[in-house]
């Protein structure tokens, strides 16, 4: 079956820091990888998307990789802030069907 | 544009009541997505439209839901009878042109609990 891996613990960093979260994927090959960026009582925001031939997307702060040989992807925010405190969940959809699937998501909180 | 909107955004009801869950999406959007979001399995996509066609209804859990899209300013999300393992909060989102090109603009959920 299909299994999407995220840090399952909590992570905590320091103002300024670069916070990297992890998605790890299995059995099948994602045409586009999706993050996301969830608040208390809301729905999923989308920040950035990875296609299955880019290596590195970026969009200010936030930096994506994607590794197929690995089946991974890294989620990076630089100079990291307090408001960048939510969970962060990756999706993949297969590049063969139509499914989508997420993460469990990884909860980040950034301390001042 | 006023973002996807569902309704309700709470719903409170007794095992064996139907629920009747609404979704609008952002105009101009081909595709729509509705999800499942628990503690224990996370975010789940249940069904979703092109055009409003149902295109992959594999992960609707069993008969006992149902999902439409009537035209494309609206879906429902059915749940008759409806069971306390229904308890979860369920998200609706669109997208437009390819579904995963882009991404997907989630509405702000309705938090359903069933007694």
Known sequence: SQKIEQNSEALNIQEGKTATLTCNYTNYSPAYLQWYRQDPGRGPVFLLLIRENEKEKRKERLKVTFDTTLKQSLFHITASQPADSATYLCALRANTGNQFYFGTGTSLTVIP | ?115
């Open chain 2, 1 to 115: 544009d006023a973002g996807v909107i569902q309704s309700p955004r709470h719903e409170v009801t007794e095992m064996g009541q139907e629920v009747t869950l609404r979704c609008k999406p952002i105009s101009g959007h081909d595709y729509l997505f509705w999800y499942r979001q628990t503690m224990m399995r996370g975010l789940e996509l249940l069904i979703y439209f092109n055009n409003n066609v149902p295109i992959d209804d594999s992960g609707m859990p069993e008969d006992r839901f149902s999902a439409k899209m009537p035209n494309a300013s609206f879906s429902t999300l059915k749940i008759q009878p409806s069971e306390p393992r229904d308890s979860a909060v369920y998200f609706c989102a669109s997208s437009p042109r390819v579904a995963g090109a882009v991404g997907q603009y989630f509405g702000p959920g309705t938090r359903l609990t069933v007694t």
